[in-house]
């Protein structure tokens, strides 16, 4: 009976309490969701953004800082 005891000591140290199992299917569900998220954008295509005209800044309406008296 003596060597049966050591044996189920060492199974109460891997017991989780709720809140631990809760946090771990927390992490392991966001950990999936994140795979499947970087799996589906890497499955479609990209669509190209259309180019912006006035990304050069040419007919920008802020005042100046330097204009300033």
């Given at each position: 009976m003596?060597?049966?005891?050591?044996?189920?000591v060492?199974?109460?140290i891997?017991?989780?309490?709720?809140e631990?199992?809760k946090?771990?299917?927390?992490?392991?569900?966001?950990?999936?969701?994140?795979l499947?998220?970087?799996?589906c954008?890497d499955?479609?295509?990209r669509?190209?953004?259309m180019p912006?005209?006035n990304i050069?800044g040419?007919?920008?309406?802020k005042p100046?800082?330097?204009?300033?008296?």
């Amino acid at each position: 009976m003596n060597r049966r005891t050591p044996k189920l000591v060492r199974r109460e140290i891997f017991v989780l309490t709720p809140e631990e199992k809760k946090t771990i299917c927390f992490v392991l569900i966001a950990f999936v969701l994140g795979l499947a998220t970087k799996y589906c954008r890497d499955s479609y295509p990209r669509l190209l953004p259309m180019p912006d005209i006035n990304i050069r800044g040419h007919g920008s309406s802020k005042p100046s800082l330097t204009s300033r008296h």
